[in-house]
T-cell receptor
Framework: KAGVTQTPRYLIKTRGQQVTLSCSPI?????VSWYQQTPGQGLQFLFE???????NKGNFPGRFSGRQFSNSRSEMNVSTLELGDSALYLC?????????????FGPGTRLTVT | DQQVKQNSPSLSVQEGRISILNCDYT??????FLWYKKYPAEGPTFLIS?????DKNEDGRFTVFLNKSAKHLSLHIVPSQPGDSAVYFC??????????????FGQGTRLTINP
């Protein structure tokens, strides 16, 4: 099975612009979660989509939004970029295997805001 | 409010010995716990998980132990290999399967395996 894929891998944007990141989950996984990783705050949960609906949400401003398509692929959008949005954005998909919950991450998109 | 804590920022272990990584949590509602390994500029790699109804789970060289009364879990790696050198994160979630995707991560422990 192919793993979680994310595009693009690297992105450079300027303040005030908006950006869209894409994620394809592992085949058969219906849940897609997004995380932000920064040196200061570590890994922080942004939101999760299941069957095209946002099911869980972290504590991020409304500039961060997402959506999920019928094929489970997901996109994350950040509007009005700020310097502090520079981070590694990770997407994950999850499954339940024999009673054990497993969540697999993609390689991430490194966003740099200048 | 750090709900998941990895109090050791780094750990150094000799190759072939046991590595023990520790994690403490404060939220008694956590019901799934996961361990990840991470290299720089890559996404975390899932290692092993455990649900709160168990106290031990094994997968090859990796074993996770959960002590609910102490709100403590640990990851044992036996035997340790040079390729195990990485940053290890523990993560936890609450809310059953529906909330399981909202993982709360610890700050990580850098494990170095010395030859």
């Amino acid at each position: 099975k192919a793993g979680v894929t994310q595009t693009p891998r690297y992105l450079i944007k300027t303040r005030g612009q908006q950006v869209t990141l894409s994620c394809s989950p592992i085949s058969g996984h219906r849940s897609v979660s997004w995380y932000q990783q920064t040196p200061g705050q570590g890994l922080q949960f942004l939101f999760e989509y299941f069957s095209e609906t946002q099911r869980n949400k972290g504590n991020f401003p409304g500039r961060f939004s997402g959506r999920q398509f019928s094929n489970s692929r997901s996109e994350m959008n950040v509007s009005t970029l700020e310097l502090g949005d520079s981070a590694l954005y990770l997407c994950a998909s999850s499954s339940l295997q024999g009673g054990d919950y497993e969540q697999y991450f993609g390689p991430g998109t490194r966003l740099t805001v200048t | 409010d750090q709900q998941v804590k990895q109090n050791s920022p780094s750990l150094s272990v000799q190759e072939g010995r046991i590595s023990i990584l520790n994690c403490d949590y404060t939220n008694s509602m956590f019901d799934y716990f996961l361990w990840y390994k991470k290299y720089p500029a890559e996404g975390p790699t899932f290692l092993i998980s455990i649900s709160s109804i168990k106290d031990k789970n094994e997968d090859g060289r990796f074993t996770v132990f959960l002590n609910k009364s102490a709100k403590h879990l640990s990851l044992h790696i036996v035997p340790s290999q040079p390729g195990d050198s990485a940053v290890y994160f523990c993560a936890a979630s609450a809310g059953g399967l529906q909330g399981a995707q909202k993982l709360v991560f610890g700050q990580g422990t850098r494990l170095t395996i010395n030859p």
